[in-house]
């Protein structure tokens, strides 16, 4: 009987012992740099040559005006699809490895079309475009419980207009994380 209640302590002591994730953060690599940020408050260059400051800095970088991770927020897609072009995929990845780095944040993922197409048409490709940048981003190391995708198909256009140059500036996944 003393042995089970000896045994008994130590499972309910080691149940209350709460592990915690002593990794350091994965840096947000610039391609063709070498570049990196880290969210231990190192600044270094991110892609295209800004600054991207750890959480631990003065201002979030996605809060920041002058930092890559403020200023890309967009995904630009071709008409009809919903494939994430490689010039793009280093917006996703520089995201997608602050993410990782910061659990307590959350984005939203907000798919949009231009305005041709049916309503339902136009919400279904906003959505395989936001669920196609949430799947990057997770296999980039994001977790998925940070974020949501949602489609607003033709009804959140950024540019106004009837012609090729308007269309391909609505056809896109806007990055917003929440709280701001």
């Not at 079309?113 to 395989?128: P, S, V």
Request: glycine fraction near 10%; charged fraction near 25%; include cysteine.
């Amino acid at each position: 009987m003393r042995l089970f209640i000896v045994a008994a302590v130590v499972v309910f002591a080691l149940a209350g012992c709460k592990s915690t994730d002593t990794q350091d953060a994965a840096p947000i690599d610039d391609k063709g740099t070498g570049a990196s940020a880290t969210t231990d408050g190192a600044t270094t260059k991110g892609v295209g040559g800004s600054a991207v400051t750890g959480t631990t800095g003065a201002m979030a970088p996605h809060k920041d005006p002058a930092n890559m991770l403020s200023q890309k927020r967009s995904i630009y897609f071709e008409y009809d699809q919903f494939v994430i072009k490689d010039e793009y995929r280093a917006t996703v990845e520089a995201h997608a490895k602050y993410v990782q780095g910061n659990r307590t944040l959350r984005v939203i993922l907000q798919g949009n079309t231009d305005e041709r197409g049916t309503r339902e048409y136009n919400i279904a490709l906003g959505q395989k475009r936001a669920d196609a940048v949430k799947k990057l981003m997770m296999l980039l190391g994001a977790n998925e419980i940070q974020i949501e995708t949602v489609s607003f198909g033709k009804e959140k256009p950024r540019r106004e207009g009837h012609d090729d140059a308007s269309w391909a500036e609505n056809r896109r996944v806007d990055i917003v994380y929440v709280g701001e």
